[in-house]
């Protein structure tokens, strides 16, 4: 006789959660118990994002993003930058963009 599944109560995720809270908390509670328990919600209108991406491909860069990345993972954005005559931050900040770009294109 199979069981039937409680419902578990899931808390809502602190606004001041950090990274690492949010990756433990997104891995423990799946999207669709998060639905089910009304804490997560999926939203359909994305303009607002849309229009951020939009902004973000024609403004200087002023802003640091810091992130580690895999030793052999940098070592590979490295040559790949070489080979195009460019350093590994510059590639990978236009790919960044060319995504945003693409994933901006497929919402349209």
């Not at 990756?23 to 997560?40: F, N, P």
């Not at 999926?42 to 403004?59: G, H, K, Y």
């Not at 460019?86 to 349209?108: F, G, K, P, S, V």
Request: charged share 30%.
């Amino acid at each position: 006789m199979k069981r039937a599944k409680t419902k578990r109560t899931i808390p809502p995720l602190a606004p001041n959660a950090s990274d690492e809270e949010i990756v433990k908390w997104l891995t423990k509670y799946d999207l669709d118990e998060r639905l089910a328990a009304g804490v997560s919600e999926i939203v359909e209108d994305r303009s607002d994002i849309d229009r951020l991406l939009q902004e973000a491909l024609f403004q200087k860069n002023t802003i640091q993003l810091s992130m580690r990345i895999p030793p052999a993972m940098k070592a590979a954005l490295s040559r790949l930058a070489r080979q195009r005559t460019t350093d590994a931050a510059t590639l990978a900040r236009i790919w960044i963009a060319e995504r945003l770009q693409q994933e901006l294109e497929t919402r349209h």
